[in-house]
Structure formats: C-alpha cells, structure tokens
C-alpha cells in the first residue's frame, strides 16, 4: 500500500512545495469566499502555492493552474460531553491538530475540536488520510507538516478585537511625583472621596486612590479620578488591581487615551508597591474584565427590543482589532445597487479572470466581500432544532454569525501607514482612501465611486479691485462646519454648567448629560456664508490682497456624503471632539446651492500666475543608511532601496518594503533617487550628455495619487504637474483649460519627450466623468461616532432598509461623522438616475 501511494504521487512530486520563510500559507480563509476549515466543506489548500480555496472554488484553481495536490482541513466544533458532576469531560483526541485560531464566537470551555486532514489529488478526488508517515515519501511529509503548523498570515490583524496599540506616554520620564509619604496596601482599596471599592486607579504623582468614570449601562464609577485631574493637572493613573510583573493599565488624562509607561516599576515603587510581586487582585469586578461591554451595549441600542435580521444584506463584519471604521463604511457601499452591479454582478467574470494569487487582486477581493455581505450565506438563522433546545434548556447559545475580513483589510492597507496597522481610524479618511483604489483599479470598466463624485465650483473676489476668479473642482464630501453659537437649548446649557460646578466643588457624581442642540439648518448656512481669503495674489493688482469666497455645486451627485465636522483643536492644540447633537432630516434640499458661474456685470481677473520665486539650492536629501542596508542585503537593487527609504520617510525597513514590492515593476525602479527640487549640476550633466529624459521635475507621488483620486488618468495628472511646476492648485486648472486640446505640445523645458508623446496618444476623456441630479435626497444611512475623544471610540453604522433605518455593525475609532444621502427626485416616484 506505502508503494502505491509513493508511486500514485511520483508525477505531481515537482508541484509539491515545502512552505519556506517568508510563504504565506492561506489556511483559514478561501481566496475567493469567506470558507474556513469550520466551514461545511472546510477548505483545500494547494501544495504548491499555499492558496486556501473552499469546495465550490478549488475547481476553478485546478483548471486554471493545473495544480492537482491540495491539502483538504475540516474542523468540527462539537459541544463537551457533560460529565455526572456537570463539569466537561474532556476528550484525548489522536487526530492531527493543524495550527489555526479558535472560533472567538465560542465559549471555548464549552466545546471541543476534532480535525481532520487529508491529501486530496484532482482531479480524480483521490484521498490520504494524514498523518501517514509510512506510506508518503519524506518531502511529501515535510511538506504537509509545515503547512499544518503554519501561522496564519494574517497573524497582526488577530490581536483580541478591542486591543489598541498602546503609545508611550509623553510624561514617562519626566513625571512628577510628590514626596509626602503616602503607601499603597496590597489590598482593600476604596476611593477617597467615596465608598466604592470597584474600577479604582491610583494617581501616579500624588497616590490618591480615585474611582474611574460612570458608563452608561450604570456600572463603572463616580469619575473622581478625573475630577481629580481636573483640578491638579497631574496625569497618569494605574488601575489598581492590574498590576502584574507585566506591566498595567494606565491612562493619560493629559493625553487621553490609555498608554505606555516604561518607568511604571520605579513609580509604583514610589508608592511602595513592587511591580514584580503583585498579581491580579480580586478588587476587580468580573463585569470589567469584558471588553469595554458597557461601551459595547451602548452603541448596540441597549435597552431597546432588536430583532436579530438574517439573509441577504444583513451579514455583520467580525472586528479585527479596531477595524469599526472599516466594517461601517463597507456596509454602506454594498448597499448602494451601483456597487452592487459592479462587483457582484460581475462576480464571475472577475474571479474568473483573477490573476494566479486573488488575495492581492482589488477587484476579486471586492467583489468576494460584496458577494459575503449580500448572498446571506454568511448570515444564516439558527435550526427550529437549535431555538427550541435553548428554550428546553433556559440558555441562550452562540449562534457564530458574520464574516472576517481579514484578507481584504491586509490588502486595502498594503503600503498604507496607518490602514496597514491595528491602530486606530478614521472612516472618512478611509472613506477617501478606498476611493483612491476604486479609481487607481478602474480598467476603464463602470467607476461606482462616480455615484459620489460632483463638481464644486469656488467664486473669489478681489476685495480691492471687485474683480472674480471661477473654477471647478472635483470633490466627494459636502464638509459641513458646527457653529455652537447656534445651539437652541442655551440656557439649558447654562445651568447644566452651573450643576456641574458645584457637583464639582462637592466631590459629588453629575450623570446626566446635556448637550449642544444645534440645528442642521445652521450648520448648512454655515456652508453657505462667504469666507476671507486673507493672503490672495491677486492677478489684477499683481500684489496680495483680501478676497472673499464662496462654494457652490456645479453638480449634484447621486448619492451625497456630508461630513459633520464635529472636531476642533485646543488652545494646546490638541485636537478634540464637540459633544454635540444635530437632528437630520429625513428629506434634503440643497438644489439652492446650484453654482450660476460668470454674471453679466462681473469681470474676472487676468489669467496671470503668480512670479516664481526660485528657492534656495536644497540640500540633499537625508536617508536611513541602516535601512537602506537592510534592504539591499535581501537583494534588491541599491538605488531602489535608497529610494523605498526616502519615499516612505525614513519610517523603517518594514515599510520600505512595502513600498518596493509596490513600485518593483516600474520601469524607474533601480533609477537613481531624485528628489522633487534636487537638482544640481552633475544631475543636469548627466541628462544632457546622456541623451535620457530629464527627470529633474518629476512630480511627487502622493501629489499624483490626490489627482487621480478625483477621477483623472494618472498621465494626464503627471503631464499637469510638470506643466505647473508640481503645484496642485496651478495642475487642476491646467487639467480643466486643457479639457478639449489633447494635441496641444508643451514647449516648457521642464516637460520630457515622453511625456508629450503620452499626452498626444492618450485618447482617454480629459476629465472625470461626472453626473447632475436635481439636489434632493432622502436619508439612506450614516455612521456615528461614539466617545468622548478623536483617539478613540466606536463607529455605528445604520442603513435604510425596507423603509427604516437599521443597526448594520457597530465598531470602529477616531472622531468624525458622515452622513450619506440618497439622490432622489422627489418629484417622481423613485430614485433619480442619469
């Protein structure tokens, strides 16, 4: 039998690979569904490129490649037998146990894991159990060894899902601490202005012992730690009861957030504690020790009877550790028919047409979290079996439910240095981001981002000389300002403000809240009020001057994204959120911000730029030499490292590297790093006697990807940049003047051959396609921010559905709110389309 096995598998022994360093091995997610081994049909695993595909896509695999050994993983969750006792008996399994993380839906004492693994040959389906050491050849055996004990590749993005990278405190080594001979027992703690001996934290300058803030759901405390704060500006806190040879919890009231303290073992020694003896006490409420579940019952409406919804349109996203502002925004997207269309109506197409590695293809993983979100097979209600056995047993069981998207946030946050990371985000600026893909992935098929994409039109006027500039602009937000003066519940803020005073001054709790009232109607006057321009060139006066500006729509999307802007800064400026409360109105009309442009009896001023002032011959630029070494000893040219290091900022090897495998396929990748402004002698030398195109004036890439955002062809924004000197401003009014003259031939020295060359072939249209709507929308769904601080807190995202608003997915960090409306013509019964 060990012989015909060894021979059955002689001929697919080249496909065979053992997983080296650095090979990622997809095992726990298929690349074109959300299959897991925990899946019906588990997932196959091919032996060559370590892809993970479920049953209905290893076919498609096999066609395409040819590869015909996977590896197939089954896990089965079953329920612990229940002993005489009532305790779980475990149970001694013999089988293999592959290297895959457990069920977090779970209680995981609850239940046990069987696993399976087999060889699978197609396209025969010919199967071998595994382990067989005796009968596979020893590469073979190798080979299924480091697959099964492989790490997931997406091992970062699994840290408990409410873990925050933590940052190091700013006051850490210089923080001030009171020598008056306070000593902090081992136990029995109680706060000192009250009784409450739960969720207390210790003042790390002057040692009072204080309870922590009231949540909403009742527990928590009287938020004298904070008061505290208030009126002694000292900072940091441990919370008691934390405190392990490990480290603790420790909250910067300064800075907001909790943080890092790498002196902590000497500032609790201060006090008389020793770091390395002290273990979790029992001080601590069991109820704490749940992450954040008072913050997590509020923004799930808690109080308030929900009915679970299952199906089509109503799977729910997994959190992956801060990733709220992700889920929020994708749900919203894969509820609008444009996105919809795009990738799942052409789910086939695009999967059958996906490169040979998925996971790093947009459009397949697109169109693979569209199709989870709305096919419902991710969403799917318990068995009558299962409800009816609950009741019998008074017990509410787990019904795992939703998707993780871990392959798709790897991908969208390839390269980024703030979507690549666990931290937190915000939506809008993710938002924009994933716009910025959608237009860079286009192909020249249907672009759904254009459903947001309208025309702003910017009117200054000279204040001195009366005359106008016009110019358009492509935007994606409507970015509405908050005017506080305008809340209409003033003096009920006045005497909330006196209550909280005296609570205050007695060291007594103030739990209700009262907020801001400020109507919508203000915030969009707001918009619409004229803005000094107090540092305008004017082309009349050829000198600066005062103008006055003011914004009007050109166009009127399908479906309009307005931004609250519910931040400001500080005196310190530090950067913080407005508390306030703003009703939306179910129905919008903004068709009276339509621009009119040029009015009889206005002149406009002279199309003259500006006098260019030559700056100062640059100094060279500075570059980590260690990174650039790190680099080049894994073998990549030394120029291109050089240039990996300069573009991402000297931030680190890891994210140079991110930056070559982007950019290694360009045909400039090994060329010499020449900085935008760099430009010296040798340089000039070297492109004249050489004969090559000049590179001197070659606009920096982040000014190229904030054009191509706004829907131009990316030759067209370098051809602008280089014709405007890499000015943002100058390039989009060159776009827009050039509209309708693509033969025209740039005589500037500072636009290369080349260029002209693409210019004049390109048959792409000028500019952005853009759509008009009447101005009239209904509500269609918006996501919130909950908490106190632009560093934290929880996005929530309801969408209309069936006539009413419903709770989609609640997660996410950073404080900023959208509101996304639907374009309607309110006049006709149905929504608008162009």
Known sequence: MAADIG????????????????????????AFSFDSPESEGGIYVCMSTFLGFGREHVERHYRKTGQCVYMHLKRTIKEKATGASGGGVPKKKSQIIFELEKNEDLNNEDYEYEDEAKLVIFPDHYEIPLPNIEEL???????????????????????ESWEEELKDSKHENNLQQLDNGV?????????????????LWLNLTDGTILCGKWFFDGSGGNGHALQHYR???????????????DGADVYSFDEEEAVLDANLAEHLMHFGIDMLTMQKSENVNPVEIKPRISEWEMVQES???LKPMYGSGYTGIKNLGNSCYLSSVMQIIFSIPDFQRRYVGNLQRIFDYSPLDPTQDFDTQMAKLGHGLLSGQYSKPPMKSEVIEQVMKEECKPH????????????????????????????????????NLINRNNNGSDDPSEVFRFMVEDRVQCCQSRKVKYKQRVDYIMQLPIVIEAASNKEELLAYELRRREAEIAKRPLREVVRAKVPF???????????NVTDFWS??????????????FASFPEYLVIQLKKFTFGVDWVPKKLDVSIDMPDLLDISHLRATGLQPGEEELPDISPPIIMPDQPKAPEIDESAVMQLAEMGFPLEACRKAVYYTGNLGAELAFNWIIAHMEEPDFAEPLLPTGYNDVSHSEVGLAGGASSTENQPPEEIVAIITSMGFPRNKAIHALKATNNNLERALDWIFTHANNEDENETASDIDTQSQIETNAETEPAGPRIKDGPGRYELFAFISHVGPSTMSGHYVCHIRKEGSLNLKTAVSQKGREAILWDGHDLEGNGQWRM
């Open 7 to 30: 021979e059955l598998l002689v001929p697919y022994m080249p496909t065979i690979r053992v997983p080296r360093s650095g090979d990622r091995v997809y095992k726990s997610e298929c």
């Open 137 to 159: 050849p020893a590469l073979v055996t190798i080979a299924c060894d480091a697959v099964l004990a492989a790490r997931s590749p997406f091992e970062k993005q699994d840290s």
């Open 183 to 199: 000593r902090i027992p081992p136990s029995g703690w109680k706060c000192a202005w009250c009784d409450l001996r739960e969720n």
């Open 231 to 245: 009126e002694t500006g000292y900072p940091l806190a441990v919370k008691l009861g934390t405190i392990t040879p």
């Open 303 to 305: 109080g308030m009877k």
């Open 400 to 435: 795992p439910q939703g998707m993780a998207p871990r392959m798709f946030k790897a991908l969208i946050g390839k390269g980024h240095p703030e979507f690549s990371s666990n931290r937190q985000q915000d939506a809008l600026e993710f938002f924009l981001h994933l716009i």
């Open 521 to 531: 109607s203000a915030c969009l006057q707001a918009f619409q009020e004229p803005e």
């Open 539 to 552: 082309s009349a006066l050829q000198a600066k001057s005062a103008a006055v500006k003011t914004i009007h």
